[in-house]
C-alpha cells in the first residue's frame, strides 16, 4: 500500500494557503495548517490545524518535529496596495516576513523535507514598469535589484535565503513568484484587499447608475491569476525539479480601468468610474510565461472574466450579507430604545 504523503501549510489562515489546503487535501496528502488565525470565511480542510506566531523560532522547530514530506512557506504580513505602497506599514512587513523565512530556512536545513516558498512580482525593478503598455518581467530582469517596495525587497532577500540554502545545505527547495492572485474567500474588504477585490467591492456596493472610485488615472497595467491556478501551479512546481524563481502569472495584461469595466459590465449595473488619488504602485506590470512553459510544460490560460465572474459573485453575496446584519442591527437597537429611555424617565 503507497504512504499517504503529508504537508505542513504556513499561512493556512490566509487566502491561497487556505486554497492550497483544500488542494492538498483532494490529492490525498495529510495536512497540517499553521497561522495566526484561522480562514476567515470557511473552516480549514487541514486535519490538523496550529494557531501560532511562526516570527517564534521554537515554535517553528515544534511545529516542524512533526514529520511531512513536504512544506509550504506562504506566511507573510501582507496586503494590498493601500497596506503595502504608503509606506506605514514598512518596517513591520520587512520584520515579520524576513523572521519568519529565517526561521523556517534554519529549522529546515536539516530536514529531508522539500520546501516551496511564495515570492511575488513585487520583486521586479521600478526601471522595467514605468511604461504600461510594456512591462518587463521575465525572471532573469530581477537585477539590478529595485523593488518598488519593502515588501518586493523582504522577497527578494528571502528568495536569496532560501537559494543560498540550497548552496550550502542542499535545501529541497521551490521558488515561485505569484502576480495578483485573486478568487473568491479572499480578504475583500478592510484596508488589506487588492485591487479585483476592492473594485468588485465597489460595484456591488454601488447603485445601478452610480459611480466607484478607481485609485490613479485607470491606465496602470497588471495582470491577474485566478485562485485555481495559482495551486495547480504551485504544485506543478513541486512535483518539478526546478527550483526557480518561476513566474506564476497570467500573461492576459489589462488596465485598471479595463478590468474595473469587466466587473461593472459583470455585474450588469451602469456606473461611471471616478479617478482620484491613492496608491497605485507601478505602472505596467505582466507575467512573462516563457520559463515556466518551458520548464513545466504548462502555463495559466483561463480568461480573466471567468474568474472575475465567480469573484464578483462571491464579493456581493458578501457585501449582501452585510447590509442584511447591519438592518437586523439597526432594528435591535429600536427595539431596544424605548425600555433604555423608560429606565431612565421612571
Ligand atoms: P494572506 O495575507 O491572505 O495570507 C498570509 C497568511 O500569513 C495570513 O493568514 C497571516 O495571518 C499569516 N501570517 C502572517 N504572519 C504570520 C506569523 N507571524 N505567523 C503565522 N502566520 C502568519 O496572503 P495571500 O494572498 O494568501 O498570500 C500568500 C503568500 O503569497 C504570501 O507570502 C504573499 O506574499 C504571496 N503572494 C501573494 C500574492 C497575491 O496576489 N495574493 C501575490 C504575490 C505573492
New binding site residues.
Partial sequence: MQKEKSAIV??A?????HHLVVKLKGEGYRTIG????QPEFVPTAADEFII????DFHLVKDVFAKKSDEVYQ?????GGAAYLFTGEHDADVMR?SAQ?NLNVAEVIKNLPTKIFF?S??CIYPRYNQQDPQNPKCSEVSAYPADPDSEYGWEKLFSERLYLSYLRNYGLDVRIAR?H??FGPEG?WRGGRE?SPAAICRKVAEAKDGGEIEVWGNGKQTRSYLYISECVEGVRRLMKSDFSGPVNIGSEEMVSIDELANMVIEISGKRLIIKHVPGPIGVMGRNSDNGLVRGKLNWEPKQELRIGLEQTYKWIRKQVEQISIDDRKQRVSVTEVEPNYLHAHTS
Avoid: H, P, Q, W
Fill in positions: 504556513c499561512g489562515g490566509g487566502f491561497i494557503g499553521i497561522d495566526l488565525k501560532g506566531d511562526l516570527r506562504l506566511a507573510a504580513d501582507m515579520n519568519i511564495s511575488s512580482a505569484f495578483n492572485v480578504t487588492k
